[in-house]
Nanobody, 117 residues
Framework: QVQLVESGGGLVQPGGSLKLSCAASGDSLDRYEVGWSRRIPGKERELIATLTTFHFEHYAQVAKGRATISRDNAKNMVFLQMNNLGPEDSAIYYC???????????WGQGTQVTVSS
């Protein structure tokens, strides 16, 4: 099974940007659909973006126009670039991967993003 470790979170000023990274080990991401979700305190976890093995990108409405998901299969990594961040984007961001054709998913531990001046 694949293990996922996120990094790149931290404190960001409103209007700023960040790039989250997700490093995978234990298996190759070649056969996984990957994605990012987040959990805002007091709310349910919400999907941000997904990226298929064929590089088809899907974005939730909250992320459209200001987020980019990407993957580097050679490095076994997934990335999320988000721009124009606001306090409402403060959350724990999780990387996840699903084996294509199955419901088997794996999740990282998450990385905290705080948007504040």
């Amino acid at each position: 099974q694949v293990q996922l470790v996120e990094s790149g979170g931290g404190l960001v000023q409103p209007g700023g940007s960040l790039k989250l990274s997700c490093a995978a080990s234990g298996d190759s991401l070649d056969r996984y659909e990957v994605g990012w979700s987040r959990r805002i305190p007091g709310k349910e976890r919400e999907l941000i973006a997904t990226l298929t093995t064929f590089h088809f990108e899907h974005y939730a409405q909250v992320a459209k126009g200001r987020a980019t998901i990407s993957r580097d299969n050679a490095k076994n990594m997934v990335f999320l670039q988000m721009n124009n961040l606001g306090p409402e984007d403060s959350a724990i961001y999780y990387c996840h991967a699903r084996i294509v054709g199955t419901s088997v998913s794996y999740w990282g531990q998450g990385t905290q993003v705080t948007v504040s001046s």
